[in-house]
């Protein structure tokens, strides 16, 4: 299986400052396609996890311009540009380059 | 917009098995797409559980297949998972979800309790 690592396991960063969570692969994830298998998703409380990004890069469709997604290979990066207050959320990283899919433990993103 | 929605019991016994049913709607299960089971511990992380192709392939997750089966109803537009021999540990909210570029469209959530 390939093990998704994630850090930090919580963030705390100020209202309009920028946020930045990483995800560590044990494997590549890029496939001869050039494509990285990789997804990031946001989880509210009650709520489902929510796609953000597929393709390690490319945002799903209404989701707002401060999350960006960037790496290649085993090491990749999810920015919030500049933090709202509705961002507070646990965020995963997730392959699916292989199965089992596997995911990220979480990171906790709080307000400062 | 493609919605699904999990339904089935919410408390399951030890050493039973947990049945749950996902409708989908908006959307025709017999497409391209793959389909799949996650599910979500109390205090815990998201764990893919396995997933189906409306042909009836399967992919499941090692730490799981000995004990689940996911099936299709195409007639009904839904996909199913069994969970056998449940403990504890099998406590979760389960999620049925559509398997993309990443999965792109989630049903709310259904929490199973396994206690006697």
């Known amino acids: ?112 | 917009q493609v919605q699904l929605q999990e339904s089935g019991p919410g408390l399951v016994k030890p050493s039973g098995t947990l049945s749950l049913t996902c409708a989908v709607s908006g959307a025709s299960i017999s497409s391209t797409n793959w389909w799949s089971w996650v599910r979500r511990p109390p205090g815990k992380g998201l764990e893919w559980i396995g997933e189906i192709f409306h042909s009836g392939r399967t992919n499941y997750n090692p730490s799981l297949k000995t004990r689940v089966t996911i099936s299709v109803d195409k007639s009904k537009n839904q996909f199913s998972l069994n969970l056998s021999s449940v403990t504890a540990a099998d406590t979760a909210v389960y999620y049925c979800a559509r398997s993309a570029a990443g999965l792109d469209s989630w049903g709310q959530g259904t929490l199973v309790t396994v206690s006697s």
Do not use: H
């Open chain 1, 1 to 112: 299986d390939i093990v998704m690592a994630q850090s930090p396991d919580t963030l705390a960063v100020s209202l309009g400052e920028r946020a930045t969570i990483y995800c560590k692969s044990s494997q590549s994830v890029l496939y001869s396609n050039n494509k990285n298998y990789l997804a990031w998703y946001q989880q509210k409380p009650g709520q489902p996890p929510k796609l953000l990004i597929y393709w390690a890069s490319t945002r799903e469709s209404g989701v707002p311009d401060r999350f960006s997604g960037s790496g290649s290979g085993t090491d990749f990066t999810l920015t919030i540009s500049s933090l709202q207050a509705e961002d507070v959320a646990v965020y995963y990283c997730q392959q699916y380059y292989n199965t089992p899919y596997t995911f990220g433990q979480g990171t906790n993103l709080e307000i400062k």
